[in-house]
């Protein structure tokens, strides 16, 4: 009796796909910015692939893993030129799947915030660092990538849609249930929660403020 | 007799009331210079907090201690955000203390440098590398706020204050009495000396030489 | 008989010279954009001593090598620092000898991704892994440079000249070499190479394609 043949995927394994997915759309959004900018082939898989692996690069420096998974497991890097090749050859035409984009983008996020905060609490930190640290690795790649472009990291701006406060969101809910769940559960749940915030977020119900400067109207 | 309740606080526990006092100032700096360039909430929380924590983050990594401090010791993240939320809080009232808020920069300035280069000389860097460092720890948190805001370090244009210069100035001098006092003496003399320097240019007794380009007048 | 008093350098300590020229043309390169930005003297000094370090450091931390080489052995900041205050002293005159300096910077470019690559292998990484911390060890100085000077780093638009293109080459050659020759030898092999590519790419044979955005003629 041999039906049995396929197992099915362990959890981990799933995770891993997923964070894959995510490492492919951070590599489009960074390889599509530098066809804006007119970065020659190179420079696009370069900029593709650093934006891709930047934030896990930041999550495993933070929390003194070397070397960086990115650089253990090639599959993150040819994961990453994949993506970047692809935005190089299809070029603006990607660009009218923006929506399918930004849901890979905020899976992106949410995975990265979650393994992230999981790291943090692994290697002791506090519940400030664990959120910091979280919060970093979602958004480390994008803001490499718009330091490289010279550019103002677009997620100081992105107040009409929590970009970094979702991933914040996410990391601290990790840090809130991992001590009554199973690390995979809570890690999953946080990642739940920043693609619920980030949903919340797009659909304008919720902006944060930006202070006013003396002289200007409300 | 139990009058002694109240013990003096150790040499230790008073740095580390004057790092938190840096740490402060520069998410202060940080901030106030997110509200001017309009980010939201959340991104001026992010740049003061990694304008503050820049400094030590750099000297740490740099000399190999992982976890960097500021993520061993939750004290710093709370004392960053304090400063942070305070910035967004009172805007540009708080501009107007200017000169009060150039103390505090001077004073985080002044307990890096001495702090990265006592840790460069623990771990056992020669001269150079011991000015580098320090240097380095002084003036990383304002260089890494400045790139994310997307301009150009000012210290690199500050030649009428001798910034770096000062802090590179007190970690040369940490070096020279290492090995004549106790560490703890060595690294108060070095932080007195930036203040000095930082007083003595601010006079406007000194100034850094700029390059001539050719068909320049004097 | 002692007529050989003086011994022929090993082939270590050749290329460690061979570094060393590599350090001083990154120190000439960053310091002369510092001039042209009219940083101040210190502004100048430190832009050059980080451009010259700054790909050393990115092969160090990703390989995991604390504290970097550049900290454990002071000549090399000696050497930046010679580097940098020759740009200071003699400023626009230097940049007749642009040619020059082209060449020496190709030579610290090919250094530094090889000794990128030997390092990554020595460090267990598959090849995708050592031509990405190869390529990054060439080019990172520039970036760093770059990024500080608040320009887009150069060598995404040099595509009349394979930079990184040429590091990342020479690095896959130590990766395809290494199992059959010496590490030495394979190194210097990587090293020629990219000298090869950068001076094929310098007679304009070949140039790297930018994608072109909708309604832009061919």
Redesign the interface.
């Known amino acids: 009796m041999h039906e049995l043949a396929w197992t099915p995927p362990t959890l981990q394994e799933g995770l891993r796909v997923l964070d894959l997915i995510g490492i492919l759309a951070f590599a489009l959004s960074g390889a599509l910015l530098?066809?804006?900018?007119?970065?020659?082939?190179?420079?696009?898989l370069?900029?593709g692939?650093v934006t891709a692996v930047g934030g896990g690069a930041v999550r495993d420096?933070?929390?003194?893993q070397?070397?960086?998974l990115f650089?253990?497991d090639?599959i993150y890097?040819?994961t990453a030129?994949l993506g970047s090749g692809l935005a190089?050859g299809f070029?603006?035409r990607l660009a009218r799947f923006e929506r399918t984009l930004s849901v890979f983008d905020s899976l992106g996020l949410a995975l990265f915030a979650a393994s992230g905060a999981i790291g943090?609490i692994n290697?002791g930190?506090?519940?400030?660092?664990v959120i910091?640290?979280g919060?970093l690795s979602g958004v480390g790649g994008g803001?490499i990538r718009d330091?490289?472009?010279?550019?103002?990291?677009e997620?100081?701006?992105?107040?009409d849609q929590?970009y970094?406060?979702a991933a914040?969101a996410g990391a601290a809910t990790v840090w809130l249930l991992f001590s009554h769940l199973p690390p995979f559960q809570a890690q999953l749940s946080g990642a739940a929660l920043v693609l619920l915030v980030r949903w919340i977020s797009r659909r304008g119900w919720v902006r944060?403020?930006?202070?006013?400067?003396?002289g200007e109207r409300a």
Do not use: S
């Open positions: 530098a066809v804006r900018k007119r970065f020659d082939l190179f420079g696009v370069v900029l692939c420096t933070l929390t003194g070397t070397p960086p650089l253990r090639e890097l040819w030129l190089f070029g603006e943090a290697f930190l506090g519940p400030l660092g910091f640290v919060m803001i330091l490289i472009a010279n550019e103002v990291p997620v100081m701006y992105r107040r929590l970094a406060t914040a944060l403020p930006v202070r006013r400067l003396p």
